[in-house]
């Protein structure tokens, strides 16, 4: 349950969708109050994706990862998100970018909302499936992305990992510090059900991998503890901080901390995960 207006109210995916619609004032942060977690998440599909490749982001919220693959790697796609609100901001943002002949913005929910047979090289997403209301989604969701992807492709999946938040909340107790819970409109991701989502088809070849786990260590351990000593609330704690701006330009794969997470699927062809092609 959450409270709207200070009356309890359940967790749905209306609920759910409002609250996206709500936060599409905020432009560049609509998707993630933490910018440098977000910029992190894209650099990692930077890595990963092919220049040229045609994408399918679903969540594609403000349009900016779509916008950066087709800036950076010259490549196309369309961008879905089931927040109306979102998908006009991306167009916005789209049109600024003058990519309006490479990219497609339109609303849509999953599960079953991608109802034309199109494929694509690659599919993103990046904590869009733990804001379903149920495993039964999650997966159902999961099945219909994969059927988007063309033979030979890949489904780049930055998800939220219960985990990878465990581990994460262990370093805080050690430091007396309190446990992060999933945000009210999120369900994190088992990894153990995930490991269940294989088909004879759709293999998983890399993951489930930390993708942030220097700069969770850094910035929800470590400045956590030093802003509690200096009397600092949570909600004072700045994202730009010296020290999660450090944690940004080390390695980020230092230690399983954080519960964003990347699994790597391909369609088709079982592959080492040292054969992925990077770009």
């Known amino acids: 349950m959450i409270k709207v207006n200070g009356l309890k109210e359940k967790v ?35 890595e990963y994706i092919k220049p040229s490749s045609t994408i399918l ?14 800036t ?20 916005r943002n789209c049109r600024k970018a003058n990519l ?24 993103i997403t990046q904590r869009c499936l733990v804001n379903l209301t149920s495993k039964e989604d999650q997966r159902r969701a999961f099945s219909e992305i994969m059927s988007h992807v063309k033979p030979g492709g890949y489904f780049l999946m930055i998800e939220d990992s219960q985990q990878g938040l465990d581990n994460l909340n262990v370093l805080r107790r050690g430091l007396d510090l309190e446990p ?14 995930v490991s269940d989502w294989q088909t004879t088809e759709w293999h998983l070849v890399e993951g489930p991998k930390a993708v942030a786990s220097t700069y969770y260590f850094l910035s929800r351990v470590i400045y956590a503890r030093i802003a509690a000593d200096q009397g600092l609330k949570p909600e004072e704690l700045r994202y730009d901080s010296e020290i999660n701006l450090l944690a940004y330009r080390l390695p980020r794969h ?4 954080g519960a964003p997470t990347i699994w790597i699927w391909k369609h088709d062809i079982r592959l080492d995960s040292n054969t992925l092609a990077r770009a």
């Open 254 to 257: 230092i230690g399983d901390w």
């Open 180 to 193: 992060i819970l999933p945000p009210w409109h999120n369900l994190f991701l088992n990894e153990i059900d």
């Open 57 to 70: 982001d679903v969540g594609c919220g403000n349009g900016e990862t779509l916008i950066k693959l087709a």
């Open 100 to 123: 309006e002949d490479l990219l497609i913005f339109k609303t849509a929910q999953i599960p079953g909302g991608l109802e034309e047979q199109l494929l694509f090289d690659c599919a």
């Open 72 to 91: 950076e790697k010259d490549c196309s796609g369309t961008g879905v998100d089931f927040s109306a609100e979102l998908i006009r901001l991306a167009h």
């Open 12 to 46: 749905t995916s209306e609920t759910i969708r409002k609250y996206w619609d709500s936060r599409a004032v905020l432009g560049h942060t609509s998707g993630s109050n933490d910018f440098v977690l977000k910029d992190l998440e894209t650099a990692v599909l930077l």
